[in-house]
């Protein structure tokens, strides 16, 4: 069974950045694809990125193009997210999902909170 | 970009019948997933390819896709279907994955 397990929840400055993990088991990474979606208080489900194997690399929504990053160490078969330059909204919780046929495996969520 | 809209929210009474929708331009050319969300947990895949069920999913679940709009339908409601319910897509013009703005559902 697939299970990703995420990093604990982290407290951030604004314009500082959050590094995200997401270890694998069940699976690797090479078999899946992994995406990364966040959740505002109160809010609805935002995709943030992820892989796409139609497109063979890491497709990201406008909105997050020039702050997320996302990697991953096969060797320890980890996804990564990051998100630069912090503002206050971005606080929210984070998720990372693999995809076979939609999101089928969820990470626990990471809380980020950006406050001064 | 495409989008999908959902209303805010959805109530019935138990043992009564839910349907969910999702528009969205010629939404019915696209594989649409459904996802539940109760509070403080992370969502789970309830429907995929319109109307699949994972394992573990009861039957009262189903959904469907035509034209604009994409419906999940949820029979015999019970206390434990209350939760948030999210349609999902996949954009072929850019790759991107799309949610609706999800839909809360009351069980009376």
């Known amino acids: 069974q697939v299970h990703p397990v995420q990093s604990g929840a982290e407290v951030k400055k604004p314009g500082a950045s959050v590094k995200v993990s997401c270890k694998l088991s069940?699976?690797?990474?090479?078999?899946?694809?992994m995406h990364w979606v966040r959740q505002a208080p109160g809010k609805g489900l935002e995709w943030m990125g992820g892989?796409?194997?139609?497109?063979?690399?890491?497709v990201y929504p406008q909105n997050f193009q020039d702050r997320v990053t996302l990697t991953e160490d096969t060797s320890t078969n980890t996804a990564y997210m990051e998100l630069s330059s912090l503002r206050y909204e971005d606080t929210a919780v984070y998720y990372c999902?693999?995809?076979?046929?939609?999101?089928?495996?969820w990470g626990q969520g990471t809380l980020v909170t950006v406050s001064s | 970009s495409y989008e999908l809209t959902q209303l805010p929210s959805v109530s019935v009474a138990p043992g009564e019948t839910a349907m969910i929708t999702c528009g969205g331009d010629?939404?019915?050319?696209?594989?649409v997933n459904w996802y539940q969300q109760k509070p403080g947990q992370a969502p789970i895949r309830v429907i995929y390819?319109?109307?699949d069920r994972p394992s573990g999913i009861p039957e009262r679940f189903s959904g469907s896709n035509s034209g604009n709009t994409a419906t999940l339908t949820i029979s015999r409601v019970d206390a434990g279907d209350e939760a948030d319910y999210y349609c999902?897509?996949?954009?072929?013009?850019?790759?991107?994955?799309?949610f609706g703005g999800g839909t809360k559902l009351t069980v009376l």
């Open positions: 999902a693999t995809e076979s046929i939609g999101f089928d495996s």
């Open positions: 069940g699976t690797t990474l090479t078999e899946i694809s």
């Open positions: 892989f796409d194997p139609e497109n063979d690399g890491i």
């Open positions: 010629n939404i019915g050319d696209k594989m």
């Open positions: 390819y319109v109307n």
């Open positions: 999902q897509v996949w954009d072929s013009s850019n790759y991107h994955r799309v």
